[in-house]
């Protein structure tokens, strides 16, 4: 399978991903230019997911020099990520005992099957990134909204500021795109499971579901340098 193109979202996340594994570390200098021409873009899309790293607490700027990654602490990504599961969880189980409204329910139900679309043809392509980052984010952000608990996405907003704490924080290995296949697709299935929880009541198993689904992030990026220990 060739490796896709590395536009827009799959900037973010091999940046994010190569400060995951160490291959970028603090103190190395990220500048736009280098950057761009070792990933085969132009700097524009560099120079955004530099921004958004910059605002997930993951890199900082050295004035007109670029970027360095910051220094951060395995135990505190871990409790961040344990943090979003919380409070993802306690948004589940409120929409669980309130109940879907109609809009929400079809809402939610054409947001899954955007993912269903998205694996269908059984492995990830050009594109299917930006693709699968849209659909997390619109099923994330949805239950957020929809708890009708507005604290909880100001706590979220908070804690997303921390490296790898967002649901949206993706870092993937391109060169093993049949294991993340299976790892994006298992992600996609919990949210299947999650909604049928939410859908038929049943509020113990949806914020169990969902807090599960941050358990499993935290599992998967123990392979990462930042999470090894």
Same mark, same amino acid.
């Given at each position: 399978?060739?490796?896709?193109?590395?536009?827009?979202?799959?900037?973010?996340?091999?940046?994010?991903?190569?400060?995951?594994?160490?291959?970028?570390?603090?103190?190395?200098?990220?500048?736009?230019?280098?950057?761009?021409?070792?990933?085969?873009?132009?700097?524009?899309?560099?120079?955004?997911?530099?921004?958004?790293?910059?605002?997930?607490?993951?890199?900082?700027?050295?004035?007109?020099?670029?970027?360095?990654?910051?220094?951060?602490?395995?135990?505190?990504?871990?409790?961040?990520?344990?943090?979003?599961?919380?409070?993802?969880?306690?948004?589940?189980?409120?929409?669980?005992?309130?109940?879907?409204?109609?809009?929400?329910?079809?809402?939610?139900?054409?947001?899954?099957?955007?993912?269903?679309?998205?694996? &269908?043809?059984?492995? *990830?392509?050009?594109? !299917? /990134?930006? =693709?699968? %980052? @849209?659909?997390? $984010? +619109?099923? #994330?952000?949805?239950?957020?909204?929809?708890?009708?608990?507005?604290?909880?996405?100001?706590?979220?907003?908070?804690?997303?500021?921390?490296?790898?704490?967002?649901? &949206?924080?993706?870092? *993937?290995?391109?060169? !093993? /795109?049949? =294991?993340? %296949? @299976?790892?994006? $697709? +298992?992600? #996609?299935?919990?949210?299947?499971?999650?909604?049928?929880?939410?859908?038929?009541?049943?509020?113990?198993?949806?914020?169990?579901?969902?807090?599960?689904?941050?358990?499993?992030?935290?599992?998967?990026?123990?392979?990462?340098?930042?999470?090894?220990?």
């Amino acid at each position: 399978m060739e490796k896709p193109a590395k536009p827009g979202q799959q900037v973010l996340v091999a940046l994010r991903r190569m400060i995951a594994d160490g291959s970028i570390q603090p103190g190395d200098r990220i500048a736009e230019i280098p950057t761009a021409e070792m990933l085969g873009v132009s700097r524009m899309p560099v120079r955004t997911a530099l921004r958004a790293l910059e605002h997930e607490g993951l890199v900082v700027k050295l004035g007109a020099r670029g970027y360095t990654p910051r220094a951060v602490d395995a135990a505190a990504i871990t409790g961040a990520i344990e943090v979003r599961g919380v409070l993802e969880g306690l948004a589940a189980r409120r929409l669980a005992e309130r109940g879907l409204t109609e809009k929400e329910q079809a809402h939610l139900t054409a947001i899954l099957a955007d993912g269903d679309t998205l694996f &269908a043809k059984g492995h *990830l392509a050009d594109g !299917d /990134l930006d =693709g699968f %980052y @849209r659909y997390n $984010l +619109a099923f #994330h952000d949805l239950l957020i909204t929809a708890s009708g608990n507005p604290s909880i996405a100001l706590a979220l907003g908070r804690n997303n500021h921390l490296p790898f704490a967002s649901a &949206a924080a993706l870092a *993937l290995d391109w060169e !093993d /795109l049949e =294991g993340e %296949y @299976r790892h994006l $697709l +298992a992600a #996609h299935h919990e949210h299947r499971a999650v909604f049928e929880a939410i859908a038929g009541g049943d509020a113990d198993r949806a914020e169990r579901l969902m807090r599960g689904h941050a358990a499993v992030a935290i599992a998967n990026r123990r392979a990462f340098r930042l999470l090894a220990g």
